[in-house]
């Protein structure tokens, strides 16, 4: 067994134990800590991958941002436990059906016919100028150009949504027009009352 195989499955296997923790765990921190994890070992299969680009991409952002994100929001809340428990325990049938569900997608999109290790072949080696993320812009933006256009508008409606969702109208709120402050005018601002001089006693 080559070494770059030991670390693909010392990767693979340090993922899916990262996984399932997530998901069994009855701390909302220690989950989200062990997600951390797997997301450092999904940035070390991408990096056996030669792409280097998403696996710093992937660090970067999820880790360095979303992930730190996630964690001081989860230990500010004061989470009910014993609730979450009792609503996964209600969920567990239909999360079943649906992890079965996905998991059969998978075989059928990823199963031996198509990256069995009989079709197996060593990738083709690059020159020591190969550029991993032009390649990455040169095929996001030919070969999957639809795709990427879509994800784009499903994430805009997303902002979109979250915007429209957390946007409500309080009456005890003071809210400014701004096109009825662009036309107004000096002579509605500026008021002039003429009066008559009082003398001091």
């Known amino acids: 067994m080559s070494f770059e195989k ?11 134990g990262a996984a399932v923790m997530v998901i069994t765990r009855r701390n909302p921190v220690h989950s989200v800590l062990f997600l951390v994890l797997a997301f450092f070992n999904a940035a070390g ?19 360095g941002a979303v992930m730190v994100l996630f964690l001081f ?3 500010m809340l004061d989470i009910n436990v014993a609730e979450l428990r009792a609503g ?5 049938p239909v999360a079943l059906v649906v992890a079965v569900i996905m998991a059969a997608e998978l075989v059928v999109v990823l199963g031996p016919a198509r990256f069995g290790l009989d079709s197996y072949a060593a990738p083709d080696r690059h020159p020591a100028d190969y550029n991993n993320t032009a390649e990455l812009g040169l095929a996001l933006f030919t070969q999957h150009i639809y795709a990427f256009e879509i994800a784009a508008v499903i994430l805009l409606v997303g902002i979109v949504a979250a915007i429209s969702l957390t946007l409500r109208r309080r009456p005890e709120t003071k809210y400014l027009d701004p096109a009825s402050q ?11 009352v003429k009066m008559d001089p009082e003398e001091n006693a």
């Open 182 to 192: 662009v036309g107004v005018k000096a002579k509605d601002r500026l008021k002039i």
């Open 45 to 63: 299969l991408w990096m056996l991958a030669e792409a280097e680009f998403l696996a710093i991409a992937l660090v970067l952002v999820y880790v």
């Open 88 to 92: 996964f325990v209600r969920s567990a």
């Open 6 to 16: 030991f670390l693909f499955y010392l990767f693979a296997v340090l993922l899916l």
């Open 73 to 75: 929001v989860v230990m």
